[in-house]
């Protein structure tokens, strides 16, 4: 069994990026310029927007790290997206999710520019990547296919079984296996799915993004699957420094003897959808 490493394939991934963000900047005097918006305190929302500015400062970009009080009406996020899609200096815009209750996502969503959308969930770029017209991949989506390739696996022709049904992961991921490129068969499970299990017992890729611990475990993967754990669950342990530690959707102990290869939570998926935001905002600086 092996361990897929995904902090070594973002590491490998992120020096590309960086010699790309050098390039462009000797070249065409062009610095990347990434804009990260954070609204409230959610203690995870925190951690994540702190590592994505600290990987964008690390590639060679430029990060400006907007931190708005949960107080923030949609008006002014909406008014604050639209100055910074017509902002020279930014070329990728990115509001954490989830925004406090009393601001919907998809005005937030809707704001902004798909050109500079490196996140990739404008209906644009959905739109764009559903009939295979360039756009910006979703991130999480994109680092997974990366993933898969990098454990040694050639996805064509495989079976895959995508749980959850999320507009960031499950769905787009379930639309870019199935595209002719990379030909996966798909299904996708879901709550609505009566015995998830009948399926992942048939697939070479399990893919979990359920968000609840334990959702796939060993008895149900076919011997020699490649398990792609999404999730990120806070589970108490006070033990830890934190007073908790992070599990993934997949049981980790019984999954890895029966896998062929499994990622770790963390280390896993979460430095991939960094690394490929990094990947989007370049391409963006690049036009
Ligand atoms: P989400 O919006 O939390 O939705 C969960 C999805 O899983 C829904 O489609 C739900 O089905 C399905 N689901 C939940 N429990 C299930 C079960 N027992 N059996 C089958 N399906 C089940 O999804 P998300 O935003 O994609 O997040 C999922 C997890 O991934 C979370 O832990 C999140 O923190 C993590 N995540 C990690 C990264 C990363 O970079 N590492 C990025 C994004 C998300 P219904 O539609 O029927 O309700």
Redesign the pocket.
Known sequence: MKTIDGKQLAANLRAEIAEGVRKLKEEKGVTPGLAVILVGDNP?SVS?VTAKEKACVEAGMYSREIRLPGTTSEDELVKLVGDLNSDPAIHGILVQLPVPKHIRDKAVIDAISPEKDVDGFTPVNVGRMLIGEKCFLP??PH?IIKLIEFAGMDIRGKHAVV????????KPFAALLSRKETNATVTL?????PD?SKFTREADIVV?????PN?VTGDMLKPGAVVID????RIPDATRPKGFRLV??ADFESCSKVAGAITP?PG???P???TMLLWNTLEAARG
Do not use: E, F, K, Q
């Not at 499970?189 to 799915?193: L, V």
């Open positions: 995870a994540y991130c999480t680092g749980i959850g049904r999320s507009n960031i992961v499950g499970c879901h709550t609505g799915t998830i979990v993004a359920a968000g609840r959702t999404v999730g990120v669950n993934g959707d939570v896993g998926v979460g991939m959808t960094i």
